[in-house]
């Protein structure tokens, strides 16, 4: 039976560095009619349509499958139209702008009357970000739009770093991917709240609390963004925390504690698993992956060097699921620096199934 959200995809293959201007008009010609258009960003692709079009948003839910109530990152190219999407534009997100933008903050502000509700999801806060990679500043200004961007997936999936990712689940629901190679940074923005005080990051992601905390010197965390346990909050400040999120379809685990009990740990579950018939896959870092003799093995890299690891997650993720492996265990990180936004992803990603070593 015909879907009947069936679109023609084009693909666009841009040069990163030097994005082709024919291309970008292309796209954001797209975009400034109200169709819907992937493109890379510093951290993973995003699926993007004018903010300022309730029908182009709407568009993005029902190709994404999305719980319309989960509001969607506002995109901009230039720090003016902060001022025209958000009512108040407090100190200390003058201060942050300065800093972090172009890059992996999203701020959450009070949103003006221009922004439509169905890019909020009800909400009366807006959540924007300037992003840092020439792809999607060319597409924004060219399209002289704020462009509305969820992460580029189906809901629930890992988040796309590679345009391969977003054609397996958008293919044939969208108007255009723009394909760029791989993301830098791997993990989404961080959503700061900064309708409270102290702000809040509501989720972690590529700018750390460390970070934030040198800046503002108080930034406190949504007790779900940095949770061992699934937390069912009523009013979800932030409504993405209560749903499904970055769940391969293997059946995760993760298993945290200091590295030696973790290999311990790891190579018990994975023997068992293997025994009852079970095909295994073991995220591991380079440190552990020698240890394991059984199942496929794959390193997210160094546990010295967590930018790179924040790289490869979710392409690892997607990979066992093609490689139709049955359950993955992961091994944890420390809570540090990235590692707070990597065991953030990894225990969503797992439904919070979480083996604590000792
Ligand atoms: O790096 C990123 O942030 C990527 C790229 C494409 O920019 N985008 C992204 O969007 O990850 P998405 O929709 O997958 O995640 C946005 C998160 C969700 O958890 C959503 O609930 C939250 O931000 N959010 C959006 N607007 C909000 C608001 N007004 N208040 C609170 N949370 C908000
Ligand atoms: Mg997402």
Known sequence: ?????????????????????????????????????????????????????????????????????????????????????????????????????????????????????????????????????????????????????????????????????????????????????????????????????????????????EDLRDVLGRVSIHPAAASISEIHIRYARSPGMKHKHYAPRAEMVVVEGDLETIIRKVRDLAEQYTRAGRKVGILATDESMQKYSSGIVKSLGSRSNLAIAARNLFRLLREFDEEGVDVIIAEGVPEEGLGLAIMNRLRRAAGYNIIKAE
């Open 1 to 209: 039976m015909a879907d009947s959200l069936a679109r023609r995809t084009i693909i666009l293959r841009v040069d990163g560095e030097n994005p082709e201007s024919e291309k970008i008009s292309v796209a954001a010609e797209i975009i400034r009619k109200g169709g819907l258009v992937a493109f890379p960003t510093e951290t993973v692709y995003g699926l993007g349509a004018d903010a300022l079009n309730p029908n182009a948003v709407k568009g993005i839910y029902l190709a994404k499958m999305r719980p319309l109530d989960n509001p969607i990152i506002v995109h901009v190219a230039n720090r003016e139209d902060v001022y025209r999407l958000a009512a108040e534009v407090p100190r200390a997100a003058e201060k942050l702008m300065e800093t972090f933008w172009p890059g992996p903050l999203t701020l959450v502000l009070k949103a003006s009357n221009i922004v439509p509700r169905i890019t909020t999801g009800g909400l009366d806060t807006v959540a924007i970000r300037m992003p840092r990679h020439k792809v999607a500043l060319a597409l924004i200004r060219v399209s002289e739009r704020p462009i509305a961007a969820p992460s580029a997936n189906l809901a629930g999936r890992p988040s796309p770093t590679l345009a391969e990712h977003v054609i397996r689940d958008l293919y044939g629901r969208i108007d255009a991917i723009i394909d760029a190679g791989p993301t830098n940074i791997g993990v989404e923005s961080t959503v700061l709240d900064l309708t409270q005080d102290p702000p809040q990051i509501l989720r972690p992601g590529g700018v750390t609390y």
